[in-house]
């Protein structure tokens, strides 16, 4: 039973350097999350995907951009990382169908450094 | 504009003592409401959820919050900590993601780290 399962767990970049967070979740869940957490500041919605296809901004998308592959899998990209990008990222699904009510299932999360 | 609020950025209690962890929030609209617990180096996991009807909502670990509509709180309470419960707690408000729309994103308050000292 792996639920959401984050790719990798730990990773240093050098400013400037790219790369992709990957998440897949087993759940058959329609919708699925990026957020980011920082000391202080909670969780903040970078994307989200309410249905395979779709995706939209959420509160700090930018500097990131995100794939909804298919159903299972929501990855997150940052093309260009930054000091600031420096968190640790968390992605999450939830059953939209049962509307808003639907909790949301988290992974155990990527801690990102740049330097 | 919606909003979630913890007011207390860190509660630090001995064991076996009561806590309540206080969140309050504004919306213009009916809201659900959630607590999540993150244990270190995990992500998180909902603790326990108000949709509608009794205002005292029961969740996991023997914590339990109400409602209060008047006040615009869901405070968090447990009446006996252990150790074990030292984690950060959130809380959150489910909301729609656009106007006009069926999908909705949890906007989440920012956070108050439980210490529960021996």
């Known amino acids: 039973n792996a639920g959401v399962t984050q790719t990798p767990k730990f990773q240093v970049l050098k400013t400037g350097q790219s790369m992709t967070l990957q998440c897949a979740q087993d759940?058959?869940?329609?919708?699925m999350y990026w957020y980011r957490q920082d000391p202080g500041m909670g969780l903040r919605l970078i994307y989200y995907?309410?249905?395979?296809?779709?995706?939209d901004k959420g509160e700090v998308p930018n500097g990131y951009n995100v794939s909804r592959l298919n159903k299972r899998e929501f990855s997150l990209r940052l093309e260009s990382a930054a000091p600031s990008q420096t968190s640790v990222y968390f992605c999450?699904?939830?059953?939209?169908?049962?509307?808003?009510?639907?909790?949301?299932?988290f992974g155990n999360g990527t801690r990102l450094t740049v330097t | 504009a919606q909003s979630v609020t913890q007011l207390d950025s860190q509660v630090p209690v001995f064991e076996e003592a009561p806590v309540e962890l206080r969140c309050n929030y504004s919306?213009?609209?009916?809201?659900?409401l959630f607590w999540y617990v993150q244990y270190p180096n995990q992500g998180l996991q909902l603790l326990l959820k108000?949709?509608?009807?009794?205002?005292l909502v029961k969740g996991i670990n023997g914590f339990e919050a109400e409602f209060n509509k008047s006040q615009t709180s869901f405070h968090l309470r447990k009446p006996s900590v252990h150790i074990s419960d030292t984690a950060e707690y959130f809380c959150?408000?489910?909301?729609?993601?656009?106007?006009?729309?069926?999908?909705?994103?949890?906007?989440f308050g920012k956070g108050t780290l439980l210490t529960v000292n021996p």
């Open positions: 995907s309410a249905s395979e296809g779709t995706t």
């Open positions: 759940m058959n869940h329609n919708s």
């Open positions: 959150a408000v489910s909301l729609p993601a656009f106007s006009g729309g069926s999908n909705y994103k949890l906007t």
């Open positions: 108000y949709l509608s009807g009794s205002t």
């Open positions: 919306s213009s609209v009916s809201v659900y």
């Open positions: 999450a699904s939830s059953d939209s169908r049962t509307g808003r009510n639907s909790p949301l299932h």
